[in-house]
């Protein structure tokens, strides 16, 4: 009798196990489609034009008075938003971890960031300062908000589980982004046919981006639960503090800082290709934006296959092995971009097909993988500082890309100075113990790693 009633306990914590699971993998659903539609298709283009209408003959815009060729704001734009959220993310991950509450956070960065984005339908004329600051709110939000939602991987998924649960939640990212992308093409593509200008299109893909964000929060809202943790109630040590004393518990775990950097140098580069693609696109290469928004979704729907079918492959071979292959396919896939003819959709599509079967894969290996490095009961203070090397340090590829067009005027030159962080990367990667890592923070060691 005593059996049975564990066996239906187990039964009912699997049970329980599995919804939270799924309805974590629907903040990845909802927040996605901002990164997808805004970030990485309509923003970069739209935002240039917006700064670009408003340059002086030189074609320069001069926010505070600075100089900034109308060209490199939005690159500017996404680094600014960057250092913000390095000021904010240690601050949210210590609240989370003092007083076990992630829910109302997440809550608060979501729809913080839900609502700048769709007041980005008011982005019209020369309103480029304007872009600049909903890009900001909008970016430091989602950064924020992806500390607290990691940091519930190790919490509803055991060891064995984690590769899998993380690849389908960047699967569940990449077909919300790619549905939405569905959407937008056949509006921005026939705008005309809805009695709606070209810019009037362009700016509700934004805000409906928004709106698709604050709507499907409310799922992991209501199946994730709060848990409390080992520093729940404590005072002591909030913000920097914070973050500073994680760091030094971090020196007692050398190979979990030996990760951390590996991760910062190569996902920088990852962060940047995402942000600035279609610029690259746009400007240099003179694609349409309907071409741009093919590519991407091309991008979206090999996303989902690649992200699942680099789960399967770390199943066999280990995360840390499956990741540095993609970082190969990453630098040979960026320095064929460099070459790319101008006005060749086709050769544009096979770059992006290139991209989109690394994309998800590289980044949830990276997520799972980091998990197993994270001492029990500290997940959001170490997630913290994991989403720093993630979004909160990815402010050098984009001041190097915004940097060398200012310099050269080429976007050839900036887009080929990326390689540098896929090829560091993987040497600082293939340098780290996984294994010993997983062990010396106190984790059991998985049968492959």
């Not at 960047?170 to 593509?189: H, P, R």
């Not at 991760?263 to 349409?288: H, M």
């Amino acid at each position: 009798m005593g059996t049975e009633t564990v066996r239906a306990q187990t039964a009912d914590e699997v049970t329980e196990r599995r919804r939270e699971q799924r309805g974590w993998y629907f903040y990845d659903w909802a927040c996605s489609v901002y990164s997808t539609s805004v970030l990485t298709v309509f923003l970069g283009p739209y935002l240039t034009s917006v700064a670009k209408h408003a340059a002086d003959a030189d074609g320069f815009v001069h926010p505070l008075g600075i100089p900034v060729r109308a060209g490199s704001f939005f690159a500017y734009a996404v680094s600014a938003s960057v250092i913000v959220s390095i000021f904010v993310m240690p601050m949210a991950g210590a609240a989370a971890d003092r007083t076990g509450r992630k829910k109302p956070l997440l809550a608060l960065c979501a729809y913080l960031g839900a609502t700048a984005t769709t007041g980005m339908f008011f982005l019209d004329g020369d309103r480029y300062l304007l872009g600049g600051l909903l890009l900001v709110v909008a970016n430091a939000s989602v950064a924020v908000s992806m500390v607290l939602y990691n940091s519930y991987l190790p919490q509803i998924a055991p060891p064995e589980e984690r590769d899998a649960v993380s690849s389908r939640g960047w699967a569940f990212g990449y077909a919300a982004g790619s549905l939405m992308l569905v959407v937008n093409l056949v509006l921005y593509s026939a705008h005309g046919s809805f009695g709606l200008s070209e810019s009037v299109a362009v700016r509700i893909c934004l805000a409906s981006a928004g709106i698709w964000w604050g709507a499907f929060t409310l799922v992991p809202l209501k199946r994730l639960r709060d848990r409390p943790t080992a520093s729940a109630g404590q005072t002591s040590g909030h913000g920097w503090r914070q973050l500073a004393a994680t760091v030094r518990d971090m020196r007692g775990k050398p190979l979990t800082l030996a990760f951390l950097l590996a991760y910062l140098v190569y996902n920088d580069g990852i962060q940047t290709v995402i942000s600035q693609a279609s610029v690259y696109g746009s400007e240099e290469l003179g694609l349409s934006q309907s071409t741009l928004i093919v590519a991407v979704l091309l991008v979206q729907v090999l996303a989902v296959g690649g992200a699942l079918g680099m789960g399967r492959l770390a199943r066999t071979y280990g995360a840390k092995r499956t990741i540095l292959g993609s970082l190969v396919a990453w630098t040979v896939t960026l320095g064929a971009g460099y070459f790319l003819p101008a006005g060749a959709p086709v050769w544009f599509f096979v770059l992006a097909a290139g991209i989109g079967l690394v994309l998800g894969g590289s980044q949830a290996l990276s997520r799972s993988l980091f998990s197993h490095l994270v001492p029990r009961g500290k997940e959001a203070e170490y997630f913290s500082a994991y989403e720093m090397s993630d979004r909160g340090m990815s402010w050098l590829g984009p001041l190097l890309f915004g940097l060398t067009y200012q310099l050269t005027g080429s976007y050839r030159d900036a887009i080929i100075s990326l390689v540098a962080f896929f090829v560091i990367g993987f040497v600082l990667l293939a340098r780290v113990p996984v294994r010993q890592a997983v062990h010396d923070a106190g984790n059991p060691v998985p049968d492959r790693i």
